[in-house]
């Protein structure tokens, strides 16, 4: 005896046992299924190798998109924008920044005095009622009980004080202005009727001016940081100048060699993992084949990935036509591929990993800095045409993109109608066996029944 019981499409299962033929129909077909459904197989496979592909191009897209972004800002004005640089003999002393047209050269500042702040030191005295303490026209109220503490937090939290509150030991309150410069008379005022500050006496300071000279020159500001000392540039006093002057270098303007490089540097480390990338896929062999299609997902020799390769790699090599031969690659600016060392090559120029040398741009961009703008404007240009080629919309990835895409649709559609008619064949099939099942039993049972009239006429025989 045995069973069959399997799901039909679009209804309820469907089951028959007590076989009378003594076959194994459930066996018999699946066995036959298992044969109709090697086209489904074999298509399914493919359709997982087609996804598995365009995976792998959707992801190269995105690094050739990511390196075209950043090769574009080699094309923009504000990547060569020119700036001056200035140095000072003792930074923490004095420190200088430059603001726009500073006159070139050397300055010799002296510090003889930092501006400060006016200070006036109370002693405080928690109240024992409300009151209201009035500082530099602002009004502060007090509950009974109150500690200095609490006192300097109101001031400090007040955005339209005029004076800052530091505590310190013993329940002192020193108040200071919020502004450094010269100060004269009572430049903090307070009112207290309820006593809560006692003035200490001697202890009020006034607010200085700072006072300097530039190159002999006497000058003085209300503030540490000084922006009419030198035009164009801003000095930031940080202490007096008891052993000498320091000296102010300002540099003629020149191409922004530190942002520059930083582009530069970025732009390899995306050229070099995206080259890196390519090259992986292009030399990653497939997995062995399966029911006639590849088994693994691979772009082992794809000669399009090729093409764009090598065209990445001219760029960075190949002079630019029209422009003067000792300015007509990056690699004269400070890029190039790892070199070969003892006549065998490294990974790195195998795969065309590239490198910049700082020094070597920078003396560059000192030299000839018309020539390297326009050389990297130009170069620019070409490598962003040959990756928009590749990576834009419409453009040879992106082609490929979308055709896995229209092929994994009609692949699905085909994998869908062969999956229904393969059930309709399922149902055929296990209906075709039930009636069999049907004639054989109805057979056996007329066979057993002749049988048995034979029996009976051979016992009351003649």
Known sequence: MSSLSVNATGGSPISFSGLASGLNTSQII???LAVERQPITRLTTQQEALQGQQTLLQGLQSKVQQLEFAVSEFSLPSAFETSQTVTSSEPLRVSAAT???AGVGGYEVE????????QRTYAFTSPAAEEVITIGGRAYTLKAGANAKELAGKINSDSSATVYAAVTEGETLVLSSRATGATSGESITVSDPGGALSEKAGTA????NAEFKVDGVAGTAT???VTNAIAGVTLTLGGVTATGPVTIDVQPPGLGVSSV????QSFVSLYNSTVEEIHKQLTTKPAASQNGVAAGVSLFGDRELSSLLNSMRQTMYEPIVGLAPEMASPFDIGLSTGGATGGVSTRSS???QLKLDPTKLASTLQANPAGAKLMLEQWSKNLQGILNRAAEPGGTIDSRITGDGTQIGQLKTRINTMNEMLAVRQKAL???YSQLEGVLSKNSAQSSWLTSQSEQLTKFGP
Not at 111 to 118: D, H, I, P, Y
Not at 205 to 208: A, F, L, P, Q
């Open 99 to 101: 603001t726009a047209g």
């Open 350 to 352: 195998i795969e065309a």
């Open 205 to 208: 300071k006034e607010g200085k």
């Open 223 to 225: 503030s540490n940081t």
């Open 261 to 264: 490089e930083a582009k530069l």
């Open 430 to 432: 296990q209906a075709t």
């Open 111 to 118: 510090v003889t005095q930092l501006a400060n702040s006016a």
């Open 30 to 32: 699946s066995a036959l």
